[in-house]
């Protein structure tokens, strides 16, 4: 297989979502986090709205705890093995 072949197989999207104004953006997901939409309404409304289970957010508690509180976040199980090495992993099994 040539590598213009495979560059079209899996060729790479931009990662969805944004980080918003520098300060302000993470301040809205800081409010939206712990009061307006609460933990499992924030990712379940960015899931909706990139439509994907990866996309880029501020992750709380932000500007005035985090010095840089932007994340990609990863939400499934199908995602994480894609973008990290799993053979890495350490796996503890639990009796």
Do not use: C, H
Not at 3 to 24: A, C, M, T
Not at 61 to 78: C, E, H, S, T, Y
């Amino acid at each position: 297989m040539s590598p213009s072949e495979e560059q079209s197989e899996f060729s790479l999207k931009p990662i969805p979502g944004d980080y918003g104004l520098p300060f302000f953006g993470a301040i809205r997901d800081r409010l939206d986090y712990f009061y307006n939409q609460g933990k499992d309404e924030f990712f379940s409304a960015r899931i909706q709205k990139y439509e994907s289970t990866v996309f880029k957010t501020n992750m709380p508690p932000g500007p005035f705890i985090a010095r840089n509180p932007k994340v990609i976040a990863v939400l499934d199980a199908i995602s994480f093995p894609v973008l990290f090495d799993t053979s890495k992993v350490e796996k503890i099994q639990r009796s």
